[in-house]
């Protein structure tokens, strides 16, 4: 039995990098993914959680979601969607129009899925994908993003996980039949993935990083999300993160943005990264160290000015700068030499000497909430104490406050973002 299957990930819709607002580039995408899915007559297309950027999310990308889904009930009427949610999202409120989704042939599970008498609702949590022809190819074990509240009284966190999925994999086993697949999604950090700065730690702070054998060798393919590279793990081409679809800090942005399409006849399956067209640049000047500011300001003037030809986002610029000591009109002579070149300011970082043989101090000009709230922390507790690092039983206690506050809908009747104010 033959299925073909689109691998995305971390859209991370309602993000932002600096003050610029990504909803023009994700609504490409998001209009490219529609195109590809037609174009390679997909038959289901697998999201791996981060949805959005955060738990509350803006309307306007609230809208793009919706939008895009009910595209693809129009245009692709027998396309099966399968979403999970992310360590970003908030499983309730992917979770609410569940039921309403389903009858549109897209299913969604936010957070772990349990009966009444705690039991797994193995009914959610296992999707029978269809060919063309509307019969049975594969099951999909849809896990969202797993908490530690979610494997119950396992006392270690990775034998808890091997229990969540091992009982969905032997729940599968029983409604399977032969020549159908197994597939797998998860939304969590495998060992020895590569990660970025954008990525939030999850399951203290990375330390409970899955080994790949947590997927059997049984199950077909494993569609991945969490980590913005697009990568494999422990070698396993079977065993995929996607990546994000657009880069989401500077250091991604050389990046491969891709999804992946997966043809599956029985237990083989072939991979196919598609590249992503890149819907606007992404650019550090200078590329390598922080120069003076002269160097700096001649540097900008050589940008080129907008064509005709030009898309019309133009490259996102963010500025390092070398200064001896602070300059007052520092943000005014960049602004003056980005006059009239197709560049838009994102950040200016400037770097200042410190005594001795200490490193550069690099201090964000502007910007200033872009900082994690981990590093945040750190340094208020390094304040207090100087020299020192918190400890990681304290670290351990602040994360898990942070994901409770990030994971928090405001009661009905607030408005969840300023546009709704």
Same mark, same amino acid.
């Given at each position: 039995?033959?299925?073909?299957?689109?691998?995305?990930?971390?859209?991370?819709?309602?993000?932002?990098?600096?003050?610029?607002?990504?909803?023009?580039?994700?609504?490409?995408?998001?209009?490219?993914?529609?195109?590809?899915?037609?174009?390679?007559?997909?038959?289901?297309?697998?999201?791996?959680?981060?949805?959005?950027?955060?738990?509350?999310?803006?309307?306007?990308?609230?809208?793009?979601?919706?939008?895009?889904?009910?595209?693809?009930?129009?245009?692709?009427?027998?396309?099966?969607?399968?979403?999970?949610?992310?360590?970003?999202?908030?499983?309730?409120?992917?979770?609410?129009?569940?039921?309403?989704?389903?009858?549109?042939?897209?299913?969604?599970?936010?957070?772990?899925?349990?009966?009444?008498? &705690?039991?797994?609702?193995?009914?959610?949590?296992?999707?029978?994908?269809?060919?063309?022809?509307?019969?049975?190819?594969?099951?999909?074990?849809?896990?969202?993003?797993?908490?530690?509240?979610?494997?119950?009284?396992?006392?270690?966190?990775?034998?808890?996980?091997?229990?969540?999925?091992?009982?969905?994999?032997?729940?599968?086993r029983c409604r399977r039949q032969a020549g159908q697949a197994l597939?797998?999604?998860?939304?969590?950090?495998?060992?020895?993935?590569?990660?970025?700065?954008?990525?939030?730690?999850?399951?203290?702070?990375?330390?409970?990083?899955?080994?790949?054998?947590?997927?059997?060798?049984?199950?077909?393919?494993?569609?991945?999300?969490?980590?913005?590279?697009?990568?494999?793990?422990?070698?396993?081409?079977?065993?995929?993160?996607?990546?994000?679809?657009? #880069?989401?800090?500077?250091?991604?942005?050389?990046?491969?943005?891709?999804v992946v399409l997966v043809d599956l006849d029985g237990e083989r399956?072939?991979?196919?990264?598609?590249?992503? #067209?890149?819907?606007?640049?992404?650019?550090?000047?200078?590329?390598?160290?922080?120069?003076?500011?002269?160097?700096?300001?001649?540097?900008?003037?050589?940008?080129?000015?907008?064509?005709?030809?030009?898309?019309?986002?133009?490259p996102l610029v963010e500025v390092h700068v070398r200064l001896d000591? #602070?300059?007052?009109?520092?943000?005014?002579?960049?602004?003056?030499?980005?006059?009239? &070149?197709?560049?838009?300011?994102?950040?200016?970082?400037?770097?200042?000497?410190?005594?001795?043989?200490?490193?550069?101090?690099?201090?964000?000009?502007?910007?200033?909430?872009?900082?994690?709230?981990?590093?945040?922390?750190?340094?208020?507790?390094?304040?207090?104490?100087?020299?020192?690092?918190?400890?990681?039983?304290?670290?351990?206690?602040?994360?898990?406050?942070?994901?409770?506050?990030?994971?928090?809908?405001?009661?009905?009747?607030? #408005?969840?973002?300023?546009?709704?104010?």
């Amino acid at each position: 039995m033959k299925l073909r299957l689109l691998h995305t990930s971390d859209w991370h819709l309602g993000a932002t990098l600096g003050v610029i607002a990504r909803d023009a580039e994700h609504r490409r995408f998001l209009d490219w993914l529609l195109d590809a899915l037609e174009r390679e007559r997909v038959d289901a297309l697998l999201i791996a959680g981060d949805i959005f950027d955060a738990a509350n999310p803006p309307a306007t990308a609230q809208r793009l979601y919706y939008e895009f889904l009910a595209q693809c009930r129009a245009r692709l009427p027998r396309l099966k969607v399968v979403v999970i949610g992310g360590n970003h999202d908030s499983a309730g409120r992917l979770d609410a129009p569940a039921g309403l989704l389903g009858a549109l042939n897209i299913h969604v599970v936010g957070g772990v899925p349990r009966r009444d008498d &705690k039991s797994l609702d193995f009914d959610r949590l296992l999707i029978p994908l269809t060919d063309a022809a509307g019969d049975i190819a594969a099951w999909c074990v849809a896990m969202p993003f797993i908490r530690p509240f979610d494997i119950g009284a396992a006392a270690d966190f990775i034998a808890g996980v091997r229990a969540l999925y091992g009982a969905c994999f032997d729940a599968t086993r029983c409604r399977r039949q032969a020549g159908q697949a197994l597939v797998a999604m998860g939304h969590a950090f495998m060992l020895g993935g590569a990660v970025s700065d954008t990525e939030r730690a999850i399951q203290r702070g990375n330390l409970d990083a899955l080994p790949a054998d947590v997927f059997p060798d049984d199950v077909a393919y494993v569609a991945l999300g969490h980590l913005h590279r697009a990568q494999t793990v422990a070698g396993r081409e079977r065993i995929r993160y996607s990546g994000s679809p657009l #880069p989401l800090s500077m250091t991604e942005r050389r990046y491969e943005s891709q999804v992946v399409l997966v043809d599956l006849d029985g237990e083989r399956a072939e991979v196919r990264p598609l590249p992503i #067209p890149r819907a606007r640049d992404l650019q550090r000047i200078p590329e390598s160290d922080a120069l003076p500011l002269e160097e700096v300001l001649e540097a900008l003037r050589r940008l080129p000015q907008p064509t005709d030809q030009d898309s019309p986002l133009p490259p996102l610029v963010e500025v390092h700068v070398r200064l001896d000591r #602070p300059e007052p009109t520092l943000k005014a002579k960049i602004d003056k030499a980005l006059e009239g &070149k197709r560049a838009e300011l994102i950040a200016i970082r400037a770097a200042y000497p410190q005594r001795g043989d200490a490193p550069l101090a690099v201090v964000p000009v502007q910007n200033a909430l872009d900082i994690p709230p981990s590093d945040i922390f750190r340094r208020c507790y390094q304040a207090q104490y100087p020299g020192k690092l918190p400890p990681t039983e304290l670290c351990d206690a602040f994360n898990a406050l942070v994901e409770q506050v990030q994971q928090q809908v405001p009661p009905e009747g607030l #408005p969840s973002s300023v546009e709704e104010q």
